[in-house]
């Protein structure tokens, strides 16, 4: 076994049940064009979706009939932050001023598998398995961060980088990445020479993760392709800990198309998730104290994705006391 496994599995923790199946294609795929249809619009947000009535009314049937994931995370921090980064999803999802559908709660999850290494096996896998091999050949290796100097120093890159990315969607000239130094799960990517090349940090909390930061620090054919090999290794680490859902709260209307496509390609799902009754109603003084994990900054008022595009324009992403409910929701609203 890697010796980096060895410290970051830690404690599996045991969670009953497994993800369902997720079996209606097509639904996924109506609402996805839907919301790549919604995001490059003319004119505000809620009027595109006024504009294109027939093609919203087909999405809403369609997020109505795709499967549920109700979360009940503890009130660990990071189950606070994964709340909170979901309690407002829905408002930046669709801009529709009081009205809430069951598109408002329509988000990418990777479902993970039962064991670590089922992650990468099958036909859909091949390009991730063959770009991980080019990244271990170039001398590609990764570690798992606790040092609280080293983080600091990637996160004081992390914050160069986005200062002068090539790449206006993903430029910020006033980002701050200091809350990510409060999550415990940070996987890295070094160069031969132990140049840092690629950062993820995930929140998690039982049966349940968010992703934060997945994110290049330079750009060379070696950080391109440590993208795939910690895309595994992510998926692998959050397997090991027990966790079966990685969710990213990047709004799906501004996710670009190819991003939903590499999403599609590492086993994201669209479904609709949405926090149990019990979470909605719970009223935490302390969460003003908590430092939540949205995804990473970057231009405009939107919130982009904690991933990014290479300059080829492939797109990628990675993907405690939890109760998880998976719901039917053809019947529901």
């Known amino acids: 076994m890697h010796q980096a496994w060895r410290h970051v599995l830690g404690r ?5 049940g497994s993800p369902t199946e997720l079996e209606d294609g097509g639904a996924e795929e109506l609402v996805s064009a839907f919301f790549t249809s919604y995001a490059t619009a003319a ?36 189950g606070r932050v994964i709340r909170q980064g979901l309690a407002h999803f829905g408002r930046r999802t669709l801009k529709t001023a009081f009205i809430r559908t069951p598109l408002h709660e329509v988000a990418s999850v990777l479902i993970l598998p039962k064991t670590p290494k ?25 570690e798992p961060v606790d040092d609280v100097a080293e983080r600091r120093r990637l996160v004081a890159l992390s914050e160069s980088r986005e200062r002068i990315h090539p790449q206006e969607r993903y430029r910020s000239a006033d980002v701050d990445n200091s809350r990510l130094l409060d999550h415990r799960l940070w996987l890295v990517a070094y160069s031969r020479d132990d140049v840092p090349l690629l950062m993820a940090v995930v929140p998690t909390d039982g049966a349940w993760s968010m ?41 799906m209307s ?28 719970r009223q935490q003084p302390p969460d003003s104290e908590v430092s939540a994990a949205p995804p990473a900054s970057g231009s405009g008022s939107a919130s982009p994705s904690p991933v990014e595009v290479d300059r080829s324009g492939t797109e990628t992403t990675s993907v405690g006391a939890s109760s998880v409910q998976v719901e039917t929701a053809r019947a529901r609203t």
């Open 12 to 16: 599996r923790q045991e969670v009953g």
């Open 118 to 142: 089922q992650y990468a096996e099958g036909r859909s896998k091949q390009t991730l398995r063959r770009k991980t091999r080019a990244a271990e050949r170039a001398g590609v290796r990764w």
């Open 254 to 281: 501004n996710l670009p198309e190819g991003l939903r496509h590499f999403q599609r390609m590492l086993g994201y799902r669209v479904v609709r998730v949405r926090l149990s009754a019990a979470l909605r109603r």
């Open 211 to 251: 992703l934060a930061y997945f994110r290049t620090l330079e750009d060379s054919t070696d950080a391109s392709n440590a993208r795939y090999l910690m895309s595994s290794v992510l998926a692998e680490a959050l397997v090991a800990r027990g966790v079966r859902y990685l969710v990213d709260t990047a709004t």
């Open 43 to 78: 004119g505000s947000r809620g009027l595109g979706v006024l504009e294109q009535l027939p093609r919203s009314v087909r999405a809403l049937r369609a997020a109505r009939s795709l499967p549920v994931l109700t979360i009940d995370v503890s009130d660990s921090i990071e």
